[in-house]
């Protein structure tokens, strides 16, 4: 339950409870209070969005790297990455050698990124501003994914789904997103099996049909035994990536692998969502090696296995990283950075239009913000771009993100 929610905002209710009121328990789904249901569709059916959040904020100066800003080295003391060791992107930007693995998307123009991005109203608290991040935009009472669902056409059972963990706050509001850990754990316990199993999601079923199927707690049981059926027959069939292809065993490697697998099984899904930790590197941070840099390594390992096993499908297919905040330009006394404004946002795959995009005003003393980079980049404008790629109005953004003039940032080729 969210607090500062209204009433009716705050009394929802889940398909775990749901179902294990009905004597069925261990299932991984979620639902929160509807989203009105939209009837215009103008969306291109075929494209999936994949969000990846990186909690704790990312140190974005020493992920997109301002190599050639004369500030740079001295604000950064023993953490900076030598000019001569970065991957050369755009606009005197470089990446840090970490994300080695996406050179060849990078050589495709498929890795946009856009620096000094995030909230506009930031205030360095991973809770507030993940917590406003995610329902984007003050005063709303439901999650951004969950508005966009409502207006996305519709599809199957698994449209969008977060991997791993509980449903973040950016898909409070809706009846359809789905936690998995693994389609080949998204299953009920306490059902039993073959015919008996059967007859339990028929009961079920029968249960929450009739005069009450519109409700948000009926779509929700509905949207969950149609997954279970679904997800049963994508697991009997055991998995294995394209020749070549291994991804790093460990959160995000695993969750990236599952999203291809659904994308690859045809499921019809549309937003996908992910979360990974450790960010928040006050203390002991590194440079070129170091504990961000094996957090880079994995991250950009994973995306680049992901869009090399999805091969063809990889056109259909746009991923973005985002983060509650960045970090302060300068060092701390520990090794580390401490909580800033502006981050990095990166957009890569198959709406993707290669670059550095977005305002940069550099890393002088004036430029800075309580010695952070400003938010320059309105991170919904990022994500706008993304939206309008998936075949999105303006009005249908609108309703993504109210209040927002949507000012294109260029990151892909809406």
């Known amino acids: 339950m969210v607090k500062n929610l209204p009433a009716a905002d705050q009394c929802t209710l889940s398909r775990r409870g749901v179902l294990a009121a009905a004597g069925a328990v261990g299932i991984t789904a979620g639902v929160a209070s509807v989203l009105p249901i939209r009837v215009a569709f103008a969306d291109a059916p075929g494209r999936t969005l994949v969000v990846i959040s990186l909690r704790g904020g990312m140190d974005g100066l020493n992920a997109l790297v301002p190599g050639a800003d004369p500030n740079y080295a001295g604000l950064r003391a023993d953490i900076a990455i030598p000019t001569g060791q970065l991957i050369p992107m755009d606009r005197t930007f470089g990446l840090h050698p970490a994300y080695a693995s996406l050179k060849p998307l990078l050589d495709a123009g498929k890795v946009a990124a856009v620096p000094a991005a995030g909230l506009l109203d930031n205030s360095r608290s991973h809770f507030q501003d993940t917590f406003n991040l995610e329902i984007g935009g003050a005063g709303q009472n439901s999650g951004y994914l969950a508005r966009l669902l409502s207006v996305l056409s519709p599809g199957s059972a698994f449209r969008g789904i977060q991997e791993g963990g509980s449903l973040p706050t950016s898909y409070l509001g809706s009846a359809e997103a789905l936690t998995l850990n693994g389609i080949d754990n998204f299953k009920a316990n306490g059902w039993g099996q073959g015919a008996e199993e059967t007859a339990t999601a028929t009961a079920l079923g ?9 409700r948000p707690y009926a779509r929700g049981v509905a949207t969950t035994l149609a997954a279970l059926a679904e997800g049963k027959q994508i697991a009997a069939k055991p998995y294995t990536p394209a020749d070549g292809v291994t991804y790093p065993d460990e959160g995000l490697g695993r969750a990236l692998r599952d999203v291809a697998r659904l994308i690859k099984s045809g499921t019809g899904l549309r937003v996908a969502a992910m979360e990974t930790g450790g960010y928040d590197t006050h203390v002991g941070q590194g440079g070129v090696t170091g504990s961000l840099a094996t957090l880079q390594k994995r991250q950009g390992d994973s995306i680049a296995a ?11 297919v746009t991923l973005v990283t985002i983060q509650e905040f960045g970090r302060r330009a300068d060092t701390n006394g520990n090794g580390g950075t401490d909580h800033g404004g502006g981050g990095v946002m990166f957009v890569i795959g198959g709406g993707a239009v290669g670059g550095v995009h977005g305002k940069w005003t550099g890393l002088a003393p004036d430029q800075l913000d309580d010695g952070a980079v400003p938010v320059l980049n309105d991170y919904r404008n990022v994500l706008g771009d993304v939206i309008r790629w998936l075949g999105m109005s303006q009005e249908q953004l609108g309703t993504v993100f109210p209040g927002l003039t949507h000012a294109p940032v260029g990151v892909t080729s809406a």
């Not at 029968?206 to 519109?214: C, E, K, Q, S, V």
């Open 206 to 214: 029968a249960l929450f049909a009739g005069p009450d199927a519109g």
């Open 306 to 316: 992901f869009f090399a096993d999805l091969g063809p499908q990889a056109a259909d």
